[in-house]
Every structure is written in structure tokens, then in C-alpha cells.
């Protein structure tokens, strides 16, 4: 079983920057494309950004390209989110989310889940 923990998140002013980050545990990290989503109360979970097991790809929702950027580490089995020229609308419970295979845009497609945390930005 894959335990996904975010850490991270919090409050921070419209142009200011967070970076969240994802640790995995239970399962071997490198087999998993892993997702950053985020969620607004009465929205469905929309992906933000994903990246494939080994780093080489990665994949941008519109709203976030150029201002977000996914990475991820291996051997110290974390994901992290760099996220720059926050804007209000990026306000949001953010979840990381990891599948084995290729990496997806669909929620449905992710067996693992965080708990989220909370970004909020404010203008």
C-alpha cells in the first residue's frame, strides 16, 4: 500500500510563490507517474500538472504553464510542486496523486491519494 503525505501548503499573497512536496512510502516510488491536483469546494479534482516515473515527461494544465513546474527525485521518493505568480485563482486543497503506468489527466486513473493541503492565495 502507497501513503501518499503533502506538505507544504499555507497562505501566501497574489505574485508570491509555494512549493509543495509529496512523500511516498510503501511501494517503489520509480514505478509511479505521479499528479499534483487541485480541488474548490463544489468542483471536481482537476489536474494541475503530472510527470512519468522517470521524470522525463511532464504535462501542464493551462491555467498553471509556465508558472508551475513538477519535479521529482527518486531516490528520496518525493514529488514536488514549485509553484510561482500565484494568483487567487489558484486558491485550492491540492492533492498528490500516484498510478503505475503512464501518467494521466484523469483523477479516475490514480489508485493513490494525499490528504491535501490547503493554498491559498490571497490578492
Known amino acids: 500500500q502507497v501513503q501518499l503525505v503533502e506538505s507544504g501548503g499555507g497562505l501566501v499573497q497574489a505574485g508570491g510563490s509555494l512549493r509543495l512536496s509529496c512523500a511516498a512510502s510503501?511501494?517503489?516510488?520509480?514505478?509511479?507517474?505521479m499528479g499534483w491536483f487541485r480541488q474548490v469546494p463544489g468542483k471536481e479534482r482537476d489536474l494541475v500538472a503530472r510527470i512519468s516515473w522517470s521524470g522525463g515527461s511532464t504535462y501542464y494544465a493551462d491555467s498553471v504553464k509556465g508558472r508551475f513546474t513538477i519535479s521529482r527525485d527518486n531516490a528520496k521518493n518525493t514529488v514536488a510542486l514549485q509553484m510561482n505568480s500565484l494568483k487567487p485563482e489558484d486558491t485550492a486543497v491540492y492533492y498528490c496523486?500516484?498510478?503505475?503506468?503512464?501518467?494521466?489527466?484523469?483523477?479516475?486513473?490514480?489508485?493513490?491519494w494525499g490528504q491535501g493541503t490547503q493554498v491559498t492565495v490571497s490578492s
Open positions: 510503501g511501494g517503489t516510488f520509480r514505478q509511479f507517474a
Open positions: 496523486a500516484a498510478r503505475e503506468g503512464p501518467s494521466s489527466d484523469s483523477a479516475g486513473r490514480y489508485a493513490y
